[in-house]
């Protein structure tokens, strides 16, 4: 399963006083996208989870499934601010690609 494992983990931060998680797999992402409140989860959300599922089956790679992980937390404003920015070799327009 270490084909799973994320080349670097996504940083979740959920505020003030809570310690920043981090996800560093495709199976840790599914986790944290199932306990997610049903009431909000919208097209973002399915996409993450449809990566996510895809990965896990083979289908897609888990930096794929990592870069629609990493959509959803930026969109829903989860992402730690010290991701915010583009990894090296990730442009502006791959960020917020997962948007359109």
Known sequence: MDYLHFFSPVR????????V???DSVAEAMVFLRK????????VYQCALNCCAA????????????KAFTGFARITRLLDDDMALPVAGETMAGVYELRR
């Open 12 to 19: 979740i931060s959920r505020g003030q006083g809570h310690p």
């Open 21 to 23: 998680e981090e996800v």
């Open 36 to 43: 997610w409140p049903t009431g909000r989860r919208g097209p």
């Open 55 to 66: 990965a896990l089956s083979g289908q897609m790679s888990a930096e794929e499934a990592r």
